[in-house]
């Protein structure tokens, strides 16, 4: 890749980044950010994809979203017990906290709809995962990027106004597909 374009992506990059931490502090363009922020993430990831081996794909990934996925959504919940202890009569958002429950949604379900921890933030981190993955696979299937964008698009169709929360954040990754 040239080097101008190296330029132009971390600029983006950067800007998806202000962007994220501008939407997380109620600014009044909360809303306004949050329409473009991820999914710009999702484009530049998209957009460096390369048609691995999906095995190698997969093993990559697991290291690189996966792992830190699990350190910091144990961190979350860690920090989140350790704070009911130190501050119990503290008007908590969530009444009840349980380490299994959490445990459980950190590994089955991976959304923040079910994670009542700092850990919700780190949905993306599966997503990504599972759609890049899945954009391969569709790549070796279909060989065909007109055909892997229809698919695509016929599925963030399909998901996009499902209230449904799907294991393992599928339900999102599907619908990134696209990006």
Not at 66 to 84: D, N, Q, S, T, W
Not at 109 to 118: C, L, Q, V
């Amino acid at each position: 890749m040239m080097k101008e374009q190296i330029t132009w992506i971390n600029s983006l990059k950067g800007l998806a980044i202000l962007a994220v931490v501008l939407g997380h502090i109620a600014s009044p363009l909360t809303r306004f950010i949050f329409s473009w922020h991820i999914p710009l993430f999702f484009f530049l990831s998209g957009f460096l994809l390369t048609r691995d081996n999906l095995l190698s794909s997969v093993k990559k990934d697991i290291r690189r979203l996966f792992v830190p996925y699990f350190i910091f959504g144990l961190l979350a919940i860690l920090a989140e017990f350790l704070k009911r202890q130190f501050w119990p009569n503290f008007e908590y958002l969530y009444s009840t906290f349980s380490i299994k429950d959490e445990l459980i949604s950190l590994v089955l379900w991976m959304d923040a709809g079910k994670i009542h921890t700092y850990g919700f933030v780190l949905w993306f981190l599966p997503a990504l995962f599972w759609s890049k993955n899945m954009v391969i696979f569709l790549h070796k299937i279909l060989r065909n990027n007109w055909l892997v964008l229809a698919v695509g698009l016929l599925l963030w169709f399909l998901m996009v106004n499902q209230k449904e929360i799907w294991f393992f954040g599928l339900d999102k990754a599907i619908i990134s597909i696209v990006w």
